[in-house]
């Protein structure tokens, strides 16, 4: 089983930038695609963005298209997803995830390995 540890969360005003990572255990990373979601107290986990094995196609939900950048480096295994112009409705724990080979991009099912979540707090 995969380890995923997220890292800079943190408390930004509006119209700032943030940048997270993933790190993930392994030498399998470049393997999957990989994933970020977010989550709010009270509400289903919702994808935010994916990367596929190579690199080189991407996935975003239409909120944050434009604003968030997910990439990835195989050598290091790790994944970002940096954040530009947040906005409050963007406050939520963000999870790093592994895709299940032939699962769902778009949805927590389609995910088999979590890390622990990491806060972002985007003030007005």
């Known amino acids: 089983q995969v380890q995923l540890v997220e890292s800079g969360g943190g408390l930004v005003q509006a119209g700032g930038s943030l940048s997270l990572s993933c790190a993930a255990s392994g030498r399998t990373f470049s393997s999957y695609t990989m994933g970020w979601f977010r989550q709010v107290p009270g509400k289903e986990r919702e994808f935010v963005a994916a990367?596929?094995?190579?690199?080189?196609?991407?996935y975003y939900a239409d909120s944050v298209k434009g604003r968030f950048t997910i990439s990835r480096d195989n050598a290091k295994n790790q994944v970002y997803l940096q954040m530009n112009s947040l906005k409050p409705e963007d406050t939520a724990v963000y999870y790093c995830?592994?895709?299940?080979?032939?699962?769902?991009?778009?949805?927590?099912?389609?995910?088999?390995?979590w890390g622990q979540g990491t806060q972002v707090t985007v003030s007005s």
């Open positions: 990367i596929n094995r190579s690199g080189d196609r991407t």
């Open positions: 995830a592994r895709k299940i080979g032939s699962g769902s991009t778009y949805y927590s099912y389609g995910y088999d390995s």
